[in-house]
Structures are given as C-alpha cells and as structure tokens.
C-alpha cells in the first residue's frame, strides 16, 4: 500500500482540528411535535410557566419533547400522550398548532383554565382515542370535524360553557365509549343519530338546561350502555320503553326535567340497575311492579313527581335496596308489610304523600335502617314498640299524620337517634323518660299532641338536645330548672302548655339559646333578671302568661334579638331605657300589661323596628317622642287604650306605616296630611275628640271633622236598625199569634172562605224572620286566636269564625256591610289582642244580639 503523502495528511489534520472546533457551534433542532406543543406554554400565562414542575421541564433546547413531564412517545420519537390535567395554562384559545401532532392518541387538558372555542383543525387527529377537554371555559359550538375522530374511544368536554346543538356527526365515531357532555349550556335536542354508538357504555349530557326536545328512542338500541345521564335539562316527552333493552344499564339518571307519563315497566327489564333516579319530574300514573324484578337495585328515588296508587309490595323483591324514596308524590293506600324483607335498607322516605293505614311493626325488620320519614301523610294507629329493634335509627320524622296512643318507652333504646319529629298527632300520655337517656339526641319535636304530665327532670341527661320543642300539648307542672343543664340548646319551645310556677333562672345558663317560646301557660312571678345573660337571644315570647313586676333593664343585652312578645301579662313599671340597645329587633308587643310613664325617647333609636310596635292597652301617659319620627321602616303601630296626648305630627314621618290605632287617648291637634293619613278610616282615631282635620298639618281647617262622631253615628244608626227589626219580629209575631187564633175561630165555626182571585192572605203565610242566631260570645272569643287570621287592616284584625249553625267573618269594618244581617252571619271586631275595643255602643249592640 502507498503511503499518504506528506500534504495529505497536513490536510487530514486540519480538516479533524476544524471539525472539532466548529463541533461547539452546531445547534440541534427541535422535532416539529416539540414545537407544536410549545405553542402551548407560548401563549400560557408566564407566572404559570415559573409555578408549575411540569411545565419547567419543558426545554426548547431538547432535541425532542419526550422526556418532558406530561409527554409520552413512540419509539420513532413521535408524541402519542399529552396529558397535562389540573396545570394552569390561563389560555384565551388552543393553539391550532396542536392539530399537528399527528401520532396523538391521547390529549388530556382537562382543568387547565382555556377559553375560546375547540379548534376545527383538531379533527386532524386522526389517531386521538382520548380527548379530555374539560372543567374548562370552553364556548361555541362543537365543530363537526370532531366527526372525523374515527378512533376516538373517549370525548370529555363536560363542564365548559359550549353551547350550540349536539352535532349528529358524532354519530360518525363508532368506537366512542363514553360521551360527556354535561354541564354546559347546549340547546335544541338529542340526535337520534347517536342511537347508532352501538360500542357506547357511557352517555352523560345532564346540566344543559336548555337542552329540549324528547329523548330519542333510539337510544334503547345502545345495549351495551352502563350509564344514562340526562338530569337538569329541559327534556320532555316519555321515558322511552325501549330503554328496557339496555340490559347491561346500571345508572338512570333521569331527574329535575320535564319528563312527563308513566314508568315504562319494561325497565324491570334492566337487570343490572344499580341506581334508578327519576325524581322531580312530571311522572304520574302508578310506580311498575315490574321494578320487583331489580335483584341489584341500590337506590330508587322517585321523590317530587305525581305518581299515584299503592306503594307496590313487589318492591320488597328488590333485595339489595338501600334507599327507597317516594316522597311527595300522590301515592295511597298502606305501607306495604312486605317492605320489612328489605334487610339492607338504609333510607326509607314516604313523607308527603296520602298514605294511610297503621305504620307496619314489620318495618323493625329493616335493621340497617338508619333514617325513616313518614311525615305528612294520613297515617293512623299507634307507634310501633318494636321500633326500638331499629338499632341504628338516627331519624324519625312522623309529623303531621293522625297517629294515637302513646310514645314508645322502646326509643330508648335507639341509641344512635339523633332526630325525633312526632308533631301534629294524636298523641296522649307523658314523654318516656326513656328518650332523654339517648347521648345523640339533637332534636326532638312533640308539637301539637295531647301529651300531659310534666317535663322530666332526666331531661337534663339528654345534654345532646339542640332544639326542645313541645309547644301545644297539655305538659303541666314546673318547668323543671336542670334544663338550665343543657348546654347546647338553641331552641327552647314550651308554648301553649299548662306550665305554672316560675321560670326557673337556670335557663341563664344555656348560652347558645337563640329562641325561647313559652307563651300561653300558666308561669308567674317576674321575669328573671339573669335572662339578659341570654345574648345569643334572637326571639323571647313570654306573652299570655301570669309575669308580673318590671321589664328587666338587662334585656338591653340581647344584641341579637329581632322578636319581644311580652303581651297580656301583669308587667307594671316602665319601657327601661336600655331599649335602645335593641338594634335588630323588628317586631316589639307589650300590650295588655300595666306597663306606665312616658314611651320613652330611646324607643326612637330602635330603627330596626320594621314589622309592629304594639304599646296598647296599658297606662302610658305623655307626649309622643319626637325621636319616633326615625321609625321609618315601622309598619304596624298599635298606641290605642293608653292615656297618651298632645299632638300626634311626628307619625307623619312614619311613610312606612301600613297599619295604624290611635283610638281612646287624648291627643289633640291637626291630623297629618301625608297620602297614608288620607286613607285612614275614623277606627284609627277613636276617642281623641281634640284631634282636628288640617290642610296644612300644623293647624285645624275650618270644618273639623266629625270622625269620632261619624262613627258613633254608625254605631248609633245600627243599633237603631237592630232595634227595629227585633220590635218588627215581634209585631208581625203578635199578629201571627191573633191570626192564627182567628183561623182556628173560623175553622171550628166552618166560616172559611174561598178566595175570589185577590191576593189570599189567608193562613198559613209564609213568614221568615232574621234567623235566630244559635251562637253566643264565647263562640266569638273562642275563635279570635291566630290561626284564623284571615287579614289585617287599619280597623283591627280579621279573623274566620265557625259557628254552630255557618262560618262568618270577623272585623269591626265590615258591621258596615249591612246585607250581612238577617242571613245568619254577623261581624265581630278584635284589635290588639282584645275585642272589647269596640264602643260601648257597639258592645251594646252585639249584647243585643246574643241575649
């Protein structure tokens, strides 16, 4: 072999010396796949770039992208992942360069805060078997082109803002799996189109509530679906009976649309049911007993429709049930005995329906049960004892039914019962003692029974109790002081009861109480002090009671009260002045006490007052103070049968006021001239005979009005009515009585004549007189309670009355209405709490009537 020649291999070496000192020069480019997915973080916001792991490993100066975080390849080093869910990218659009990835198959971007619409280009993705676009902003249309997504096995574009219709040309994706489309704001209907997504197991598009339309029967031919979501949309029409193919469906949700007919019965067909939701639509018709037939069924919640008919006992053959809710529907008939078979059930709810019958003790069965809701149907009989099988029972609720007996001693033995509501029976006898042994109890309401005997002491063992209420029964005795014990307590009601003695100053030491209600029993003595230790206090009513003594001052600690209701006691003294603390109350009541002095000036301050500031029927004397002027927000004020004067021109400031008596005080002067005091009746100034008509509202006008006068006129010419009615019965009685003497003369004697043609007036005449009225004034004042409200206006409240013999209204405005008299039906008056604030003429009057 020759031997290179001495300039050859000079030239060798310089040609190695210049390769290596040009070899630090050289740049290697990045692939096309890694520049398509940096237009990613290009347009990202740059805070987000330096926050997040995953996109600081994204190196321009890499030769390929496959190593970065977030980005899988092939082996030819295409990218085939993008995978990047919860990154904050903050973009206003996809970049369309995407669309260049070729070899994509998997694109995950879900919760990555992009707006904009879905680039047309991604239907370039020919490879893409999963796009997961969403919990994002999205908006527009889906475009078509993802039509062309032939491998596509998964589409998440849930919870975007896209609208516009479903495109049919999804249908074109034939190995789509599942479809999520929820939560978004598209319109028109379901394509029926997508009845051909034979390879389709999940098809979500709830939350669309401008979704229409009815829901294609087509869909029944999607055998191979495992969930059905359309909730929250504005479908409407049947629920297809085809849907009984979809043999392999495990989840209906079907709820809160417009869905109207009956429950197809071939959905008993569906045997691998999990869950069936078909609440809050417009279902009727009666609940299949087909549904029997799903051995898998879990949860079955047809709650808030119209259904009707019987609760089907074929239900208890659904075996693994463990929540059956029906609620508010239409359904009658009995608790299904059978139901007790459901060894699994957890929930059980049947509330607000017309169910009858007894409660089935077979229901103790169900020992897994964990809450039962019966309330609101027709249910009579007694409770059940086994009830106390149900171990682990946490709610009860049975209110509102006629159910008798007594309350089971057994419950005690419910020990995870954390809510008991028993209101609005029939029921009678003590409450158990028992129950205040159980350590979850949190609430526990008896209202509206017949219960007797007295509150336990052990109810203090019960220190779990954040609402106690047993208002409207018959408990007597003391209400004992270690309720003061119950730490938790937040609402006390003991209203309506014969509880007498004093109210124990234990209740001071429940500190979280925000309602006390004991209203219309028997307690006495005065109102402890200590309760304004209470500053949690948020209502107090310690009205119709026997209190006596002073408003305590430390009632100006309740920061947080809205209601006082002191009425018709025995309260002397007067309004303390810490009154003005009171910044949230909106209703104040202190009528019919003893209460004196002057209202005071603080009571100005108060300018949450919005609702009623009843002062009536007590002793109140002076002035009006000028600080009432800020009770603009008031709408009732109730200042009658108190020994008030001077002039009334600061209630013309009240522009609220919707209800106003003044009567029976000593007030003098110009009535104010605002548009509320224009429409005034004389009810509201009764008895202040130095008040006066102005134009200007600071001095009389020439003619002064006679509105005092006007209606003791009324009064007057009523009475007069009357009188002459009762003497006219009894004159056409005395003639009756004659003619009827003179008949029998006549007939005895044979000396009756024929009529000739004339008017016969002879006996027997039809004579009808003012139908006696079969009701007296205990029937009146038995009905005047506040349940027969029927109305409220200037003159008083007016109150529904059933008498003996028909139902009539009650209202002192309406003995106006003389067509009422001599048809059976009569008006009665009532204003603040006592119907003698009717004029003696008036009071005379109705003594006429009932004597």
Aim: one cysteine or more; aromatic letters at 8%; a neutral charge.
């Amino acid at each position: 072999m020759e031997k290179p020649s001495h300039h050859s291999l000079l030239f060798c070496s310089f040609l190695v010396i210049m390769i290596t000192s040009t070899k630090t020069f050289f740049v290697v480019s990045l692939s096309s796949d890694g520049e398509a997915l940096l237009s990613l973080i290009s347009a990202a916001d740059q805070s987000a770039k330096a926050s997040s792991s995953i996109l600081s490993s994204w190196n321009p100066s890499s030769q390929t992208p496959c190593s970065w975080q977030g980005i899988t390849c092939s082996p030819q080093n295409r990218v085939i992942s993008l995978s990047i869910p919860n990154t904050f990218l903050n973009l206003s659009s996809l970049p369309s360069q995407l669309s260049s990835l070729s070899s994509l198959q998997l694109a995950n971007l879900s919760s990555t805060n992009i707006s904009g619409a879905i680039p047309p280009s991604f239907g370039l993705l020919t490879h893409l078997r999963l796009l997961d676009l969403s919990s994002n902003s999205l908006s527009g249309s889906i475009p078509q082109e993802l039509g062309q997504l032939s491998s596509l096995q998964f589409l998440y574009l849930n919870s975007n803002k896209l609208s516009g219709g479903i495109p049919p040309h999804l249908a074109n994706l034939t190995f789509l799996q599942v479809l999520c489309l929820q939560d978004n704001l598209f319109n028109g209907s379901i394509p029926s189109q997508l009845g051909s997504l034979v390879s389709l197991q999940e098809f979500r598009v709830g939350g669309n509530p401008f979704l229409t339309g009815e829901i294609p029967a087509q869909l029944g031919l999607l055998t191979n679906l495992t969930t059905f979501g359309v909730a929250a949309t504005g479908l409407s029409g049947v629920i297809p009976p085809t849907f009984g193919n979809l043999i392999n469906l495990q989840t209906l949700a079907l709820y809160d649309t417009e869905v109207s007919g009956t429950i197809p019965p071939e959905l008993g067909l569906c045997s691998e049911l999990r869950n069936l939701y078909l609440h809050l639509n417009k279902l009727t018709g009666s609940i299949p007993p087909q549904l029997g037939k799903l051995q898998k069924l879990t949860s079955l919640l047809l709650w808030g429709n119209a259904l009707s008919g019987a609760i089907p006992a074929d239900l208890s053959n659904c075996s693994s049930l463990v929540l059956l809710d029906a609620s508010a529907n239409d359904l009658s008939g009995e608790i299904p005995a059978d139901l007790g078979k459901l060894v699994f059930l957890e929930q059980l709810h049947l509330s607000d329906n017309s169910l009858s019958g007894i409660i089935p003790w077979q229901l103790s069965n169900c020992t897994s049960l964990t809450a039962l809701q019966l309330d609101k149907n027709q249910l009579s009989g007694t409770i059940p004892w086994q009830v106390g099988n149900l171990k682990y029972l946490q709610s009860l609720f049975l209110w509102g039914n006629l159910v008798s007996g007594t309350i089971p001693a057994s419950f005690g033995n419910c020990t995870e019962l954390y809510a008991l509501d028993l209101s609005r029976n029939k029921l009678t006898g003590s409450i158990p003692e028992e129950i205040f042994s159980l350590k979850q109890l949190s609430k526990l309401l008896l209202l509206g029974n017949s219960l007797s005997g007295g509150l336990p002491r052990t109810v203090a063992s019960c220190e779990s109790l954040v609402r106690l209420r047993l208002g409207e029964n018959q408990l007597s005795g003391q209400i004992p002081k270690e309720i003061g014990q119950l730490q938790n307590l937040v609402f006390l009601d003991l209203y309506m009861n014969h509880f007498s003695g004093h109210l124990p100053l234990e209740i001071a030491n429940i500190t979280v109480l925000e309602l006390l209600d004991v209203h219309n029993n028997y307690i006495t003595g005065e109102i402890p002090s200590l309760l304004g230790e209470l500053v949690n206090l948020e209502q107090l009513d310690l009205s119709r009671n026997n209190f006596a003594g002073k408003i305590p001052w430390s009632f100006g600690n309740f920061s947080y009260l809205n209601k006082l209701i002191l009425n018709n006691n025995l309260l002397t003294g007067a309004i303390p002045r810490s009154i003005r603390n009171l910044q949230k109350l909106t209703l104040l009541d202190l009528s019919s006490n003893s209460l004196s002095g002057p209202i005071p000036l603080e009571i100005g301050y108060v300018t949450s007052l919005t609702i009623s500031l009843d002062l009536s029927l007590n002793g109140f004397t002076g002035e009006l103070p000028e600080t009432m002027s800020s009770l603009t927000q008031l709408q009732s004020l109730d200042l009658s049968n108190n020994f008030l004067y001077g002039k009334i021109k600061v209630l013309g400031s009240l522009t609220s006021l919707t209800s106003l008596n003044i009567s029976y005080n000593n007030f003098s002067g110009p009535i104010p001239v605002s548009p509320f005091f224009r429409t005034l009746s004389s009810n509201s100034y009764l008895q202040n005979p130095r008040l006066c008509e102005s134009t200007d509202g600071t001095s009389c006008s020439s003619r002064i009005v006679q509105r005092n006068g006007l209606k003791s006129a009324k009064t007057v010419a009523l009475v007069s009515v009357i009188l002459a009615s009762v003497t006219i019965i009894v004159i056409a009685s005395l003639v009756i009585v004659v003619r009827n003497q003179r008949y029998a003369m006549e007939k005895s004697s044979g000396a009756l004549a024929a009529s000739s043609g004339a008017e016969d007036f002879s006996y027997p005449w039809t004579f009808i007189p003012f139908q006696k009225l079969s009701f007296t004034v205990d029937n009146i004042l038995d009905c005047l309670k506040e349940e027969n409200v029927i109305g409220k206006g200037f003159s008083g409240i007016v109150y529904k009355a059933e008498m003996p013999n028909r139902a009539v209204d009650s209202g002192e405005k309406a003995l106006e209405n003389k067509t009422r008299w001599g048809s059976g039906g009569f008006f009665c008056c009532r204003n603040s709490n006592s119907w003698a604030h009717s004029t003696p003429e008036y009071r005379e009057a109705f003594r006429l009537l009932f004597e």
